[in-house]
Protein backbone atom coordinates (compact mmCIF):
# COMPACT_ATOMS: atom_id res chain seq x y z
CA UNK A 1 0.00 0.00 0.00
CA UNK A 2 1.41 3.65 -1.16
CA UNK A 3 -0.62 5.81 0.66
CA UNK A 4 -0.30 7.49 3.83
CA UNK A 5 -0.46 5.48 6.63
CA UNK A 6 -1.11 6.42 10.25
CA UNK A 7 -0.58 4.53 13.55
CA UNK A 8 -2.30 3.94 15.94
CA UNK A 9 -5.89 3.48 14.21
CA UNK A 10 -7.31 4.10 17.64
CA UNK A 11 -6.09 5.76 21.17
CA UNK A 12 -7.35 6.03 24.51
CA UNK A 13 -6.23 7.73 27.37
CA UNK A 14 -6.71 9.02 30.45
CA UNK A 15 -6.93 13.10 31.06
CA UNK A 16 -3.30 14.14 31.38
CA UNK A 17 -1.29 11.48 30.16
CA UNK A 18 0.90 12.31 26.90
CA UNK A 19 -0.21 10.40 23.58
CA UNK A 20 1.99 10.57 20.12
CA UNK A 21 0.75 9.41 16.99
CA UNK A 22 3.00 8.53 13.85
CA UNK A 23 2.41 9.52 9.97
CA UNK A 24 4.20 8.23 7.14
CA UNK A 25 3.28 10.32 3.81
CA UNK A 26 3.63 8.94 0.37
CA UNK A 27 7.01 8.51 -0.40
CA UNK A 28 7.14 10.96 -3.15
CA UNK A 29 5.53 13.85 -0.94
CA UNK A 30 7.28 16.45 0.45
CA UNK A 31 4.69 18.30 2.06
CA UNK A 32 2.64 16.98 5.05
CA UNK A 33 -0.23 18.59 6.79
CA UNK A 34 -1.99 17.51 9.91
CA UNK A 35 -5.30 17.97 10.63
CA UNK A 36 -8.17 17.85 13.22
CA UNK A 37 -11.84 16.57 12.58
CA UNK A 38 -14.50 16.80 15.22
CA UNK A 39 -17.72 15.50 15.16
CA UNK A 40 -20.18 16.65 12.43
CA UNK A 41 -17.57 19.36 11.11
CA UNK A 42 -14.85 18.69 8.74
CA UNK A 43 -11.42 18.81 8.80
CA UNK A 44 -9.42 22.06 10.52
CA UNK A 45 -5.55 22.74 9.93
CA UNK A 46 -3.41 21.72 12.51
CA UNK A 47 0.19 22.34 10.83
CA UNK A 48 2.35 21.18 7.90
CA UNK A 49 5.78 20.21 6.76
CA UNK A 50 7.95 21.50 3.92
CA UNK A 51 10.30 18.19 3.92
CA UNK A 52 11.79 18.83 7.85
CA UNK A 53 10.85 22.21 8.48
CA UNK A 54 7.60 23.34 9.95
CA UNK A 55 6.29 26.12 7.68
CA UNK A 56 2.78 27.22 9.53
CA UNK A 57 1.17 26.36 12.80
CA UNK A 58 -2.70 26.75 12.86
CA UNK A 59 -3.96 28.83 16.69
CA UNK A 60 -5.89 25.67 17.39
CA UNK A 61 -2.02 24.43 18.02
CA UNK A 62 -1.87 25.00 21.88
CA UNK A 63 1.40 24.83 23.09
CA UNK A 64 0.85 21.03 24.63
CA UNK A 65 0.47 20.29 21.03
CA UNK A 66 4.27 19.53 19.11
CA UNK A 67 5.04 18.15 15.83
CA UNK A 68 8.00 17.05 14.23
CA UNK A 69 9.41 15.39 10.84
CA UNK A 70 13.06 15.08 11.43
CA UNK A 71 14.16 13.21 8.16
CA UNK A 72 11.83 14.57 5.94
CA UNK A 73 9.63 11.42 5.88
CA UNK A 74 7.58 10.18 8.60
CA UNK A 75 6.26 12.89 11.14
CA UNK A 76 4.87 12.37 15.01
CA UNK A 77 2.26 14.64 16.73
CA UNK A 78 2.77 14.99 20.47
CA UNK A 79 0.01 15.78 23.01
CA UNK A 80 1.26 16.63 26.48
CA UNK A 81 -1.28 16.19 29.21
CA UNK A 82 -4.26 15.80 27.13
CA UNK A 83 -7.67 17.07 28.11
CA UNK A 84 -10.95 15.91 26.85
CA UNK A 85 -11.42 18.67 24.48
CA UNK A 86 -8.47 16.78 22.60
CA UNK A 87 -10.84 14.16 21.64
CA UNK A 88 -10.82 13.99 18.04
CA UNK A 89 -10.00 12.20 14.76
CA UNK A 90 -6.26 13.12 13.91
CA UNK A 91 -5.56 13.31 10.07
CA UNK A 92 -2.43 13.70 8.44
CA UNK A 93 -2.27 14.04 4.85
CA UNK A 94 0.56 14.51 2.28
CA UNK A 95 1.38 16.36 -1.08
CA UNK A 96 3.20 17.19 -3.48
CA UNK A 97 5.68 19.99 -3.57
CA UNK A 98 4.49 23.94 -3.95
CA UNK A 99 1.61 23.99 -7.37
CA UNK A 100 -0.38 21.08 -6.08
CA UNK A 101 -3.05 21.41 -3.70
CA UNK A 102 -4.02 17.74 -3.93
CA UNK A 103 -3.67 16.69 -0.48
CA UNK A 104 -4.10 12.77 0.29
CA UNK A 105 -5.28 12.07 3.57
CA UNK A 106 -4.18 8.77 5.60
CA UNK A 107 -7.38 6.52 7.58
CA UNK A 108 -6.79 8.83 10.85
CA UNK A 109 -6.08 8.71 14.45
CA UNK A 110 -8.93 8.55 16.73
CA UNK A 111 -7.97 9.99 19.64
CA UNK A 112 -10.68 9.56 23.11
CA UNK A 113 -9.37 11.05 26.39
CA UNK A 114 -11.78 9.48 29.08
CA UNK B 1 -11.64 33.22 8.60
CA UNK B 2 -12.92 32.00 5.43
CA UNK B 3 -15.21 29.94 5.63
CA UNK B 4 -16.85 27.16 2.96
CA UNK B 5 -20.69 26.40 3.32
CA UNK B 6 -22.25 23.20 2.26
CA UNK B 7 -25.48 22.77 1.11
CA UNK B 8 -27.85 20.94 1.71
CA UNK B 9 -26.18 19.56 5.58
CA UNK B 10 -28.08 15.98 4.54
CA UNK B 11 -29.86 14.35 2.09
CA UNK B 12 -31.93 10.85 1.75
CA UNK B 13 -32.42 9.18 -1.79
CA UNK B 14 -33.85 7.00 -3.63
CA UNK B 15 -31.21 4.10 -5.28
CA UNK B 16 -30.74 5.02 -8.62
CA UNK B 17 -31.69 8.65 -8.24
CA UNK B 18 -29.21 11.69 -9.03
CA UNK B 19 -27.86 13.94 -6.44
CA UNK B 20 -26.74 17.52 -6.52
CA UNK B 21 -25.09 19.21 -3.62
CA UNK B 22 -23.05 22.67 -3.83
CA UNK B 23 -20.62 24.46 -1.93
CA UNK B 24 -19.91 28.14 -1.25
CA UNK B 25 -17.44 31.13 -0.21
CA UNK B 26 -17.14 34.55 0.60
CA UNK B 27 -13.94 34.67 -1.15
CA UNK B 28 -12.43 33.67 -4.66
CA UNK B 29 -11.20 30.42 -4.48
CA UNK B 30 -8.70 29.17 -6.87
CA UNK B 31 -8.78 25.49 -6.38
CA UNK B 32 -12.16 23.33 -5.54
CA UNK B 33 -11.63 19.68 -3.83
CA UNK B 34 -14.12 17.06 -3.70
CA UNK B 35 -13.79 14.52 -0.83
CA UNK B 36 -15.65 11.62 0.19
CA UNK B 37 -15.30 10.24 4.06
CA UNK B 38 -16.47 7.00 5.04
CA UNK B 39 -17.08 6.52 8.84
CA UNK B 40 -14.30 5.93 10.40
CA UNK B 41 -11.57 6.81 7.67
CA UNK B 42 -10.26 9.37 6.43
CA UNK B 43 -11.20 11.55 3.62
CA UNK B 44 -10.56 10.43 0.17
CA UNK B 45 -10.29 13.14 -2.96
CA UNK B 46 -12.95 12.44 -5.96
CA UNK B 47 -12.58 15.38 -8.16
CA UNK B 48 -9.82 18.49 -8.34
CA UNK B 49 -10.71 21.38 -10.21
CA UNK B 50 -8.22 24.47 -11.37
CA UNK B 51 -10.30 26.77 -13.59
CA UNK B 52 -13.15 28.75 -13.16
CA UNK B 53 -16.25 26.85 -15.57
CA UNK B 54 -14.48 23.92 -15.86
CA UNK B 55 -16.13 20.59 -15.52
CA UNK B 56 -14.58 17.89 -14.83
CA UNK B 57 -15.87 13.83 -14.44
CA UNK B 58 -14.90 10.99 -12.24
CA UNK B 59 -16.96 7.56 -13.22
CA UNK B 60 -20.42 9.01 -12.02
CA UNK B 61 -19.43 11.47 -10.31
CA UNK B 62 -19.20 15.38 -12.06
CA UNK B 63 -18.23 18.71 -10.21
CA UNK B 64 -17.87 21.86 -11.74
CA UNK B 65 -16.00 25.14 -10.66
CA UNK B 66 -18.20 28.07 -10.41
CA UNK B 67 -17.91 31.01 -12.94
CA UNK B 68 -17.80 33.17 -9.79
CA UNK B 69 -14.93 31.69 -8.68
CA UNK B 70 -17.23 31.40 -4.84
CA UNK B 71 -19.08 28.17 -5.45
CA UNK B 72 -18.59 24.69 -6.71
CA UNK B 73 -21.29 21.92 -7.23
CA UNK B 74 -21.01 18.29 -7.13
CA UNK B 75 -23.32 16.01 -8.95
CA UNK B 76 -23.54 12.05 -8.45
CA UNK B 77 -25.71 9.90 -10.58
CA UNK B 78 -27.59 7.65 -10.31
CA UNK B 79 -26.65 6.76 -6.78
CA UNK B 80 -25.77 3.37 -5.53
CA UNK B 81 -25.46 2.36 -1.61
CA UNK B 82 -22.08 3.05 -1.36
CA UNK B 83 -21.88 6.65 -2.72
CA UNK B 84 -23.62 6.78 1.06
CA UNK B 85 -20.97 8.81 3.08
CA UNK B 86 -20.06 12.71 3.42
CA UNK B 87 -18.87 14.75 1.04
CA UNK B 88 -16.80 17.82 1.79
CA UNK B 89 -15.42 20.60 -0.69
CA UNK B 90 -12.56 22.02 0.12
CA UNK B 91 -9.91 24.53 -1.42
CA UNK B 92 -6.76 26.76 0.31
CA UNK B 93 -7.73 30.09 1.44
CA UNK B 94 -4.81 31.44 -0.61
CA UNK B 95 -3.43 32.14 -3.58
CA UNK B 96 -0.42 30.11 -2.44
CA UNK B 97 -1.99 28.67 0.29
CA UNK B 98 -0.42 25.24 1.34
CA UNK B 99 -3.19 24.42 3.67
CA UNK B 100 -7.13 23.21 3.17
CA UNK B 101 -10.17 24.82 4.39
CA UNK B 102 -13.14 22.27 4.52
CA UNK B 103 -16.63 22.64 4.16
CA UNK B 104 -18.92 20.86 7.10
CA UNK B 105 -19.71 18.69 4.88
CA UNK B 106 -23.01 16.89 2.79
CA UNK B 107 -24.26 13.25 4.25
CA UNK B 108 -25.08 11.29 2.00
CA UNK B 109 -27.94 8.08 2.59
CA UNK B 110 -29.56 6.22 -0.14
CA UNK B 111 -32.31 4.27 0.50
CA UNK B 112 -32.17 0.76 -1.51
Known amino acids: ?49 QNEAQLEKSRLLSDRFSAERPKG ?42 | GQQL ?22 SIFNTWLWYKQDPGEGPVLLIALYKAGELTSNGRLTAQFGITRKDSFLNISASIPSDVGIYFCAGPPSLYGNKLVFGAGTILRVKS
Open chain 1, 1 to 49: DTGVSQDPRHKITKRGQNVTFRCDPISEHNRLYWYRQTLGQGPEFLTYF
Open chain 2, 5 to 26: NQSPQSMFIQEGEDVSMNCTSS
Open chain 1, 73 to 114: SFSTLEIQRTEQGDSAMYLCASSLTQGSTEAFFGQGTRLTVV
